[in-house]
């Protein structure tokens, strides 16, 4: 079955680095976009970013441009999102979530807390 | 950027009614709208897409009508198992957005 497993999550202070993973199972991972959205305690979803399923195409939410990199390993069935210069803002679960019928976001999963604080 | 917005924020619903939940784009989205379940603690589960259209596994209780910036996910009979919150998705422009959420909870 359609498996995505996120990691990497964890305290940080501001202005520093963070790298988030996503390993992907029980589907073509190289046929797929994925996205990153993420959701602020006791917030609503906000979409972070997505990656083409080759790679070549790559788009961001405006909170996060610049500063935020979607990347992926189709060797290693692995979605990355590199975080630089982290804000308290961006303290949040961080889900990936399967695209493969046109940012139809069909399987998610169960997310990682980044919590930027001092 | 698409402004979605949902309606109500909050939906009391005895188990067996009906629920109607809304979602408006501040701009047309043709029929590029899905419709996400969360349940505390769990990630987003998708329900509708195109619209209208159940994804694999979502029962016939749950449709999804509208076009353009009006639309409406409609539970025919509440089962204990969909108080939850709800967001619409809009997908035809970069970036995706979200409504804000409406949480159907027992009344």
């Known amino acids: 079955q359609v498996q995505l497993v996120e990691s990497g999550g964890g305290v940080v202070q501001p202005g520093r680095s963070l790298r988030l993973s996503c390993a992907a199972s029980?589907?073509?991972?190289?046929?797929?976009?994925i996205h990153w959205v993420r959701q602020a305690p006791g917030k609503g979803l906000e979409w972070v970013a997505v990656?083409?399923?080759?790679?070549?195409?790559?788009y961001y939410g405006d909170s996060v441009k610049g500063r935020f990199t979607i990347s992926r390993d189709n060797s290693k069935n692995t979605l990355y999102l590199q975080m630089n210069s982290l804000r308290a803002e961006d303290t949040a679960v961080y889900y990936c979530?399967?695209?493969?019928?046109?940012?139809?976001?069909?399987?998610w999963g169960q997310g990682t807390l980044v919590t930027v604080s001092s | 950027e698409i402004v979605m917005t949902q309606s109500p924020a909050t939906l009391s619903v005895s188990p067996g009614e009906r629920a109607t939940l809304s979602c408006r784009a501040s701009q047309s989205v043709s029929s590029h709208l899905a419709w996400y379940q969360q349940k505390p603690g769990q990630a987003p589960r998708l329900l509708i897409y195109g619209a209208s259209t159940r994804a694999t596994g979502i029962p016939a209780r749950f449709s999804g009508s509208g076009s353009g910036t009006e639309f409406t996910l409609t539970i025919s009979s509440l089962q204990s198992e969909d108080f939850a919150v709800y967001y619409c998705q809009q997908y035809t422009n970069w970036p995706v957005t979200f409504g804000q959420g409406t949480k159907v909870e027992i009344k």
């Open positions: 990656i083409s399923y080759d790679g070549s195409n790559k």
């Open positions: 029980g589907f073509t991972f190289s046929n797929c976009a």
């Open positions: 979530a399967r695209d493969e019928l046109g940012a139809i976001l069909d399987y």
